[in-house]
């Protein structure tokens, strides 16, 4: 996945994210955000990849990602690889 799709799904998983009363907050309260910072971080990708960071927290939270928006369940993590910050490390 090239870095402009990574984004644009990353986007879509905050729309998502302001789209869940109950998940927003966790989001805002986990990554020290607010309103301003969110809106501004829409066009980040390292902000974004924390978004990613988040949904990728919970396997019910990125069924639910994909499903009500019709994502393959992979795509976040592939998503999230492409963004700065989300290289797989190596430990050796």
């Not at 910072?37 to 978004?51: K, N, Q, T």
């Amino acid at each position: 996945m090239n870095r402009e799709a990574a984004m644009a799904l990353a986007q879509d998983a905050l729309i998502w994210l302001a789209r869940h009363e109950n998940l927003m907050p966790v989001f805002l309260n986990a990554s020290g955000s607010d309103a301003p910072s969110v809106r501004s971080g829409a066009r980040d990708p390292h902000f974004l990849g924390s978004v990613l960071d988040f949904v990728l927290m919970d396997d019910a939270w990125v069924v639910a990602f994909c499903d009500e928006r019709d994502h393959a369940y992979e795509a976040p993590a592939r998503a999230r690889a492409a963004l700065p910050g989300g290289q797989q490390v190596h430990w050796t």
